[in-house]
């Protein structure tokens, strides 16, 4: 089992950058595939990047290509997500989520779920 929380969410400007972390407890860490997702006002959660439990495959959503990047650093048992170029369609709480999957693109497949960080980008 894991427990994760995420922080470095907070008010950026739109074409800024913030970097989220996720803190994950548990002795397992490396063998999940870590991912980010967010929930934008009044829609559904969605997915937004995962890293695979190698670290060799991520995957992004569409939206957030070539400006987000996901890593992660199984020594501390932590994994990021960098966005750079922000829009205002960014806003939205993002959460950390951890599946023994290897794929991480619904939510369905993630078993852990972390509380959420708020992420607000003004134009």
């Known amino acids: 089992q894991v427990q994760l929380v995420e922080s470095g969410g907070g008010l950026a400007q739109a074409g800024g950058s913030l970097r989220l972390s996720c803190t994950a407890s548990g002795s397992t860490f490396s063998r999940y595939t870590m991912a980010w997702f967010r929930r934008s006002p009044g829609k559904e959660r969605t997915f937004v990047a995962y890293?695979?439990?190698?670290?060799?495959?991520?995957h992004y959503a569409e939206s957030v290509l070539g400006r987000f990047a996901i890593t992660r650093d199984d020594a501390k048992k932590m994994v990021y997500l960098q966005m750079d170029s922000l829009k205002p369609e960014d806003t939205a709480i993002y959460y950390c989520?951890?599946?023994?999957?290897?794929?991480?693109?619904?939510?369905?497949?993630?078993?852990?779920w972390g509380q959420g960080t708020q992420v607000t980008v003004s134009s």
């Open positions: 989520a951890a599946t023994n999957n290897f794929h991480a693109d619904y939510e369905a497949w993630c078993e852990y």
């Open positions: 890293i695979s439990w190698s670290g060799g495959a991520t």
